[in-house]
């Protein structure tokens, strides 16, 4: 009896999922789409829950993170096809190098936010706190490690680390990564540098930002300040 319902309950949760992933499509089909193109550990998550806050049509992280294999295979067309599914949209892939490009001509007219640290250096910090606590036992991942992990499937994090361009014998090597940040940051501004309107730079941990976020998009909020969510250091 007690596999009968848990089945029962199974059915009724992808049900009202399928038809939540409808709703909301038609919900964003005609709305302005907003793309968070900052690296993790950037403050991400918080802006995730900024926008949720304020009743956006945040797409679903999971289901993004899985378009991992069509960014490394050059095939830009299923991240595109996602993003018709929801207004705003964070993280993987959208933070990768050379997506925002493509989502820039897809959807023309979007909205950018590029989400920075205080430094490269407590980014990095950041980062190896981060994948230390959920991959590495408390210690900085091996590559073995990564390789390991099951998150979202087994590999996969050793995968996306492979953006980075780092060795298999030294998969966080410092400065490979905070050239791989400041070179992503950097491409950024540089391709909206004559389009201001379009590109929100922003450090959430410093004072008015969230003041910032709510001019850039054109809208009043209740709230004072960004909620900050997966906070692994201390934002000054």
Known sequence: MGKIKAGL???RGVRKFVVNNIFNKIRAYNKQKIFCIGRNKTGTTSLNKAFSDLGFIVGDQRTAEQMTPHYFEGNFQPIIRYCRTAQVFQDVPFSYPETFKHLDRAFPGSKFILTIRNSS???????????????????????????????????WVYQLLKLYNTTEDNPYDKNTLINHYNEHNNAI???FEKRPNDLLFINLAEKGSYYKFCKFLGIDSPYDEFPWENRTSKIK
Request: proline residues 2%; charged residues 30%; hydrophobic residues 30%.
């Open 9 to 11: 309950k199974f059915e």
């Open 121 to 155: 250096e407590q980014w990095y910090e950041s980062l190896i706190r981060f994948h230390s606590k959920k991959f590495g036992n408390g210690g900085i991942p091996t590559a073995e490690q990564l390789k390991n992990a099951d998150y979202v499937w087994k590999g």
């Open 189 to 191: 501004l540089k391709y």
